[in-house]
């Protein structure tokens, strides 16, 4: 064989070899982000179908286009939304549970478990919504317009005016026998203001499409339409003095909802926390007992002695100088991103990088929110020009350098940041969403960071366990408060005096987990989360079946789900159909 043949052989067989490693990556990459065809199948056309189904059926939605939208409460929307859903889940009875891969097992899982709870809350809302149609028998009188609307039939705008003509006239009876109800249960309150809502969004819907275009439209509607909204909102107006929104149980000014603590099991539960209210309470003392015992330990080393409040006291008082507080903030995340990368305990993507952004938290935003947030960008609080002197000096002392060195990380990177860059680029057909990953996730670096001597003197550890403390706390007070044990009060009091916070930042801390949109889980979310992930790096990392990379980027391109169900992914557990939480996961570090 000449010597250009047998280079032209030698050449085809590298370049087959390099194609064949090509795709021998290419296929383990797709297997990764696929791990089967039939439920990512599913729940992608489940997610589509659903809000195509949103958008056709919800007035405000229709012609709008977004990967999550709001479905209407009207009972055309609820029903064909159930049927959706129940078409969903003998889809999923048709398949082979046993024959599929342990990741698609647990997509199994998850789906079923949240089809099955949105059709028991569709059952609730429906109980609920014949307990109060009374009080709406004019609804159809407008809904029926939405459907023609729909298929642009060409409305009879004489008859459309008389009916909804006596919508108004409806109304004004119906008024006065509400004036007359001396008692309308909360929940029904709340359904017949969002079914009033739905009822002036489908009118709207219909007006806006037909007044200006159609003559005899125009000429009948604009009048009645304009008297007809008014009605609603005072209808509307009149249900809202029907809640009874309570009285604050104390001094704090604060009114929320305990739930009880038979609706906090079902919801541990559906999160898969195999954990009562009460062994959580004692799992969280047990922990903030190691963290006042370390908080001494820095006391001491900075010369306060057992007087921990005096040291972080002058920890406060490192506060920067109104406006330097950005810089300090890009300074803190150099320093947490050089130390993820040095240690190498996961790809940072050089994107992910370039594109964190930074903005400033409104005054009032603060009142309820005293630390800065994060996510796409980090929402810095500090002062403005418009807070009094107590305020500025609060929120100076609360965000000073060694409070805020704990948890530049948990918002940007490797925390919310590198959470929702990911989110969007793996494994994009999961839903799952759940505070106990997404908060669970960015706490746990801040458990990570501290085994790893990230801290570096007393006063960066004692900035590190205020908010560790602060962490435990928020199981503490959280739990008691919706198990009716403490009142809004003991729980301010508590985080003042027990973890140092300060008054006002304690108040809004309070008032943001009891009178905000929060669920009663979500403050005990991120260390109950964060000992999960930690308890799995334990088993996968210290025992050296992993490293640390290869541990965090299987899990940050998974996507979220409850993060029981990463483990069962990641150590391949036994799992069945009806799988329910079963592990015992928390561990409080020893003194």
Same mark, same amino acid.
């Given at each position: ?22 795709? @021998? ?10 791990? &089967? ?6 729940? @992608? ?31 055309? &929307? ?51 919504? !014949? ?26 705008? @004489? ?18 026998? +509400? ?48 008297? #007809? ?10 249900? /809202? ?22 609706? +906090? ?64 903030? +890009? ?137 560790? #403390? ?18 809004? !009060?003991? &729980? ?30 979500? !403050?005990?979310?991120?260390? @109950?989360?964060?000992? !999960?992930?930690?308890?799995?790096? /334990? ?21 979220? #789900? ?7 992914? #990641? ?21």
């Amino acid at each position: 064989m000449g010597n250009k043949k047998k280079l032209w052989v030698a050449s085809f067989f590298l370049i087959m070899g390099s194609i064949s490693m090509s795709l @021998t990556a290419q296929t383990q990459e797709i297997s990764l982000y696929v791990p &089967c065809e039939e439920m990512p199948d599913l729940i @992608t056309k489940y997610s589509a179908d659903y809000n195509v189904l949103v958008r056709y059926y919800s007035p405000s939605s229709i012609g709008r286009w977004g990967r999550k939208l709001n479905a209407g409460v009207s009972p055309e &929307c609820r029903e064909r939304l159930t049927k959706l859903r129940e078409d969903y889940l003998a889809k999923l009875r048709k398949l082979d549970f046993n024959s599929l891969p342990q990741e698609c097992k647990v997509d199994y899982i998850l789906f079923k478990r949240d089809l099955e709870k949105e059709n028991m809350e569709a059952k609730e809302q429906e109980v609920v919504y !014949q307990k109060i149609k009374k009080w709406f028998p004019f609804s159809d009188n407008i809904y029926s317009y939405l459907k023609g609307r729909r298929r642009g039939y060409q409305p009879d705008a @004489t008859k459309m005016a008389k009916e909804w003509n006596s919508v108004v006239n409806s109304i004004e009876i119906l008024k006065g026998e +509400l004036e007359e109800t001396t008692y309308i249960n909360k929940v029904e309150v709340e359904e017949a203001l969002r079914l009033i809502e739905d009822l002036k969004k489908s009118s709207e819907n219909v007006y806006s499409f037909y007044n200006g275009y159609d003559p005899l439209f125009t000429w009948w509607m604009p009048t009645v339409y304009e008297s #007809m909204t008014n009605s609603l909102d005072d209808y509307a107006d009149l249900f /809202k003095k029907k809640i009874d929104k309570g009285k604050p149980v104390d001094e704090s000014g604060i009114v929320g909802n305990p739930v009880g603590r038979e609706e +906090l099991l079902k919801q541990l539960e559906y999160e898969m926390i195999d954990y009562t209210p009460e062994e959580l309470i004692k799992l969280a003392n047990e922990e903030f007992a190691w963290c006042e015992a370390e908080l001494l330990k820095a006391s001491k080393e900075m010369g306060f002695g057992k007087d921990w409040k005096a040291a972080q006291e002058k920890v406060k008082n490192t506060y920067v100088e109104p406006g330097k507080q950005p810089e300090m903030i +890009l300074r803190l995340y150099n320093e947490s991103v050089d130390f993820l990368k040095n240690n190498d305990l996961i790809t940072v993507p050089a994107l992910a990088e370039e594109v964190w952004g930074m903005i400033m938290m409104s005054p009032e935003r603060q009142l309820v929110n005293p630390f800065f947030t994060g996510g796409s960008a980090i929402s810095i609080s500090y002062p403005t020009d418009s807070m009094t002197y107590e305020q500025r000096m609060m929120s100076m002392r609360g965000n000073n350098p060694h409070f805020s060195k704990a948890t530049v990380h948990h918002e940007l990177i490797a925390g919310h940041n590198l959470q929702a860059f990911m989110n969007n680029r793996y494994r994009t057909y999961r839903n799952f969403g759940t505070p106990f990953w997404t908060e669970g996730w960015a706490l746990y670096w801040e458990l990570l960071l501290w085994d790893m001597d990230f801290p570096k003197g007393p006063e960066d550890r004692i900035g590190m366990l205020f908010w560790h #403390m602060h962490r435990c706390a928020r199981i503490i007070f959280s739990l008691n408060y919706h198990i009716g044990k403490w009142t809004p !009060q003991e &729980c301010i009091d508590f985080l003042v005096d027990r973890v140092g916070h300060e008054r006002a930042n304690a108040e809004g801390e309070v008032r943001r987990s009891f009178e905000g949109n929060y669920p009663p889980l979500y !403050q005990l979310a991120y260390l @109950t989360g964060g000992r !999960q992930f930690y308890a799995l790096h /334990k088993e996968l990392v210290e025992s050296g079946k992993l490293t640390n990379r290869e541990f965090h980027d299987r899990i940050i391109t998974m996507n979220a #789900m409850p993060v029981e169900m990463i483990k069962a992914i #990641m150590t391949d557990g036994k799992i069945n159909i009806n799988y329910k939480a079963q592990w015992k996961f928390y561990d409080p570090p020893k003194q």
